[in-house]
């Protein structure tokens, strides 16, 4: 019997219980190996997922209601951190935003999580929703915010639409990311693409006189 399924660590009550970050790992581990394997969402139950941890459904039980909620810690996991921004320009905070989605895309665990899992993530709603509320909707905060302070600096030029800006600057890194096949090599995603992305999109977009001229 594992630490976990000992009955020093059943006997409390689901809520409240101390969390084991330890087992958490493991089984969000656990459920990574299998999605790295190819097996679909629709096929990874929560006996399958336990099986090959090697714990009990119960102790899975207890830190996840279910699979869904499960599933989008395990995607959270494979995302990369927030990065932190120089704040030097608005130009090197998008450059900054767009490099851990280039680098995401060129590690095998987060390229192969990305072509497998995010389409998949489309037939849950429930899952969807969840990683969109605490991954996408943040970081798509985070760059509008920096693209009004470009406007507001004068980097930017007043008259273009912010939303669809956004989608502009995100748009090319993630067809290389998600759409290009996994067997694609490396020069697709290499070293300074972030910055050419965002220099070339700010090329056309910049005011055609500086506030000061």
């Known amino acids: 019997m594992s630490l976990a399924d000992s009955p020093?660590?059943?006997?409390?009550?689901a809520r409240g219980r101390p969390r084991s970050e330890a087992v958490e790992r493991a089984v969000i581990e656990g459920v990574l190996k299998l999605l790295e394997e190819g097996v679909p969402l629709a096929d990874l139950s929560i006996e399958r997922i336990a099986r090959t941890v090697g714990v009990g459904k119960a102790t899975i039980y207890r830190?996840?209601?279910?699979?869904?909620?499960?599933?989008?810690?395990?995607?959270?996991?494979?995302?990369?951190?927030?990065?932190?921004?120089p704040g030097t320009s608005m130009r090197d905070d998008l450059v900054a935003l767009l490099e851990p989605l280039r680098q995401r895309g060129v590690m095998t665990r987060s390229s192969a999580l990305l072509h497998n899992v995010f389409a998949q993530m489309k037939s849950s709603p429930k899952v969807w929703a969840a990683y969109h509320a605490s991954v996408v909707a943040p970081r798509r905060r985070m760059q509008i915010e920096i693209l009004r302070r470009g406007q507001q600096s004068g980097e930017l030029r007043q008259d273009v639409d912010?939303?669809?800006?956004?989608?502009?600057?995100?748009?090319?890194?993630?067809?290389?990311?998600?759409?290009r096949p996994l067997a694609a090599t490396e020069p697709d995603l290499s070293e300074g693409l972030s910055?050419?992305?965002?220099?070339?999109?700010?090329?056309g977009l910049r005011p055609v006189s500086s506030p000061s001229a």
């Open 8 to 13: 020093a660590a059943s006997g409390a009550p």
């Open 63 to 85: 830190r996840w209601s279910g699979k869904e909620e499960l599933f989008v810690d395990v995607v959270r996991a494979a995302e990369p951190p927030d990065p932190e921004l």
């Open 162 to 179: 912010i939303d669809l800006l956004h989608d502009l600057f995100v748009a090319p890194m993630l067809v290389r990311t998600v759409m």
């Open 195 to 203: 910055e050419q992305i965002v220099d070339a999109l700010l090329e």
